[in-house]
């Protein structure tokens, strides 16, 4: 099967299986951002479990707090991604990866901070954050750093047709969208080396009404391709701009259609979104550019992944919800144990508890227990 043969991320990173674990917040970091024991058990759960790579939960490149996300914005925080790593790698042969982020001001009083609201400061003094948070990820022994393009956060905002900024920053041009994007990617390239693997994820389509598609998305991916990144990791949706508020919670990018497009519900057609990261594959071969594109969504069992694979619309396969469900999926697969995969219904109890703030597991672990390997 070609699910389980290897493969290189641009001759930097070698992976043994095409299955990658994408990012998910579990909200078991303190809300100071540290790592804890329970955080460091899931990460080796999955670790165990099979996947090639795992990527890390949104890690923020942020100055200051950054309430319960982890945080790579100052040294005291690199021993703790080492002794993961140092522990992924010497208990397993998997790869582990943050993927890191920059995120604008929210409340509860309903204040959203846009991109029209940075200062020309705040925008320049960006690159020199992610480069920062990169640099210490490598000093912490992972391999490979994510940059978090995608959903509702800051640089997914500036590359929207939403950023109605009057500068070189923004507005209709989407070279000026994709300004701040590139000269991140250049600082945290400079701050890296060119050995270290480094890939984005992006959007494939904002799925709000006026939002970025695919027209934008190829010519997104192709830039960060042109600028040296190893791998496109393609997701979609997540928005604020279709989000549904709830009277005094701030409001939640994953509430609304744009939302389930990001995490598609049982009630979606299995693989939803690969179209998308098929679309992005083909104008990055177009264009002469051979780096490996990851898909994610609704992907539930080995035939379906397999068949995606064999199409040639992706490289790698991202299964967040069935992990998430059972670590052990790619191992008991290979093994020939499908029956006892603990399955994935969809049902998205996992994303409320992460939108609640807090411990995110799967539901069906209280009635049937933690799947064991
Ligand atoms: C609880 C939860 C937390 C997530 N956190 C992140 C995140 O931090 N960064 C990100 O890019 N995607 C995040 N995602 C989206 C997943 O990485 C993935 O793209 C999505 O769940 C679709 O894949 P799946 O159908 O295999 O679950 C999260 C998803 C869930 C369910």
Known sequence: MMLFEPISLNGKLTLKNRIVMPPAVTRLATTDGHTTPELIDRYMMYAHGGASLILMEAVSVKRGTAGQLLRLNEDQFIPE?????????????????????????????????????????????QPAQWAEAAYRAREAGLDAVELHFAHAYTIASFLSRYNKRKDEYGGAKLENRMRLMSEIIVAVRKAVGDDFCLGCRINGDEFTLGGNTLLHSTQIAVQCA??????????????????????????????????????????????????????????????????????AGRMPTPDVAEGVLQSGDVDIIGLCRPLLCDPYWPKKYQEGRGKDVLKCTYCNSCREMEGGFVTVECIQWKKKGVPQP
């Open 81 to 125: 991604f080492k002794e993961l790593a140092d522990r992924v790698h010497a208990e397993t042969d998997a790869k582990i990866a943050p993927q890191i982020l920059h995120f604008m001001k929210i409340a509860r009083s309903g204040y959203r901070q846009k991109v029209e609201d940075l200062t020309l400061e705040e925008i320049k003094d």
């Open 226 to 295: 042109k600028l040296g990144l190893d791998y496109i990791s393609v997701t979609a949706g997540g928005k604020f701009e279709d989000a549904v508020l709830t009277e005094g919670e701030v409001l939640d990018p994953y509430t609304g259609y744009s939302g389930n497009r990001s995490m598609p519900p049982v009630w979606m057609p299995e693989k939803v979104n690969i179209y998308l990261a098929a679309g992005i594959k083909k104008a990055l071969r177009d264009a002469g550019y051979t780096i490996p594109v990851i898909g």
